[in-house]
């Protein structure tokens, strides 16, 4: 969905040099990465996951347990502090070792508006060094009346493939017939196919107004 933006530890970022010194890349030593659906409802909670991952060494300097913080925003700011809004999550995790690190969290949060929202997570102590943050997942919350509609947009989508499916196998069985046959019953064919290709534009523009609520919500 996003690639969560990693934020070294002050001085600690280490450059990876490439398959004959071609250049070199930045590494991610910590990263903290946030996952969302696409979709949520206003005051209606959804699932949120954070997971952390940490190389050997790079989080030695932090001995006391790390933090989890996340706010849903227009906009992150550069710390949870210089965020606007209040708290969506919090959590504890255990303090690092030499080793490599990884941990994930999970919660219920809830957005207060309708709007696009940020999740904006980040790592850091109870100092409140920051370790790493994630301002990339976007959350499309919408009001109950527009999940309602993407409900029912869904709905009609779904019930214009069928008719969709239906009409085609209708028309080609009379298309088989046709060149076959004969007076009276060639002329009834004929008009049956004009009027199941009519009923079948008719499903297409269903379809086409559906799928645009559809995509409309997200």
Do not use: N
């Not at 219920?108 to 997942?137: H, I, Y």
């Not at 007076?183 to 534009?201: I, N, T």
């Amino acid at each position: 969905m996003r690639r969560a933006a990693a934020v070294a530890l002050g001085g600690l970022a280490a450059l990876l040099a490439l398959a004959g010194g071609a250049g070199a890349a930045l590494l991610e030593p910590v990263t903290v990465t946030a996952s969302a659906p696409e979709t949520a409802i206003v005051r209606t909670p959804f699932k949120l996951e954070v997971a952390v991952e940490a190389e050997a060494e790079t989080l030695a300097i932090a001995a006391q347990p790390l933090r989890v913080l996340v706010k849903l925003a227009p906009e992150c700011g550069g710390s949870f502090a210089g965020t606007e809004g209040p708290a969506a999550l919090e959590a504890t995790l255990p303090a690092p070792g030499a080793g490599a690190y990884s941990q994930t969290v999970t919660g219920k949060v809830t957005a207060a508006s309708a709007g696009t929202e940020v999740v904006c997570a980040f790592l850091d102590d109870a100092q409140e060094r920051q370790f790493a943050t994630d301002t990339e997942e976007e959350v499309t919350v919408l009001s109950r009346g527009a999940a309602r509609q993407c409900a029912a947009g869904r709905k009609r989508l779904k019930a214009s493939k069928r008719q969709l499916k239906r009409l085609e196998r209708r028309i080609h069985k009379v298309k088989r017939q046709l060149p076959h046959a004969q007076g009276a019953h060639r002329k009834a064919l004929a008009h049956k196919l004009r009027v199941l290709r009519a009923h079948e534009r008719k499903v297409l523009k269903r379809r086409k107004a559906a799928r645009k609520a559809v995509a409309a919500c997200s």
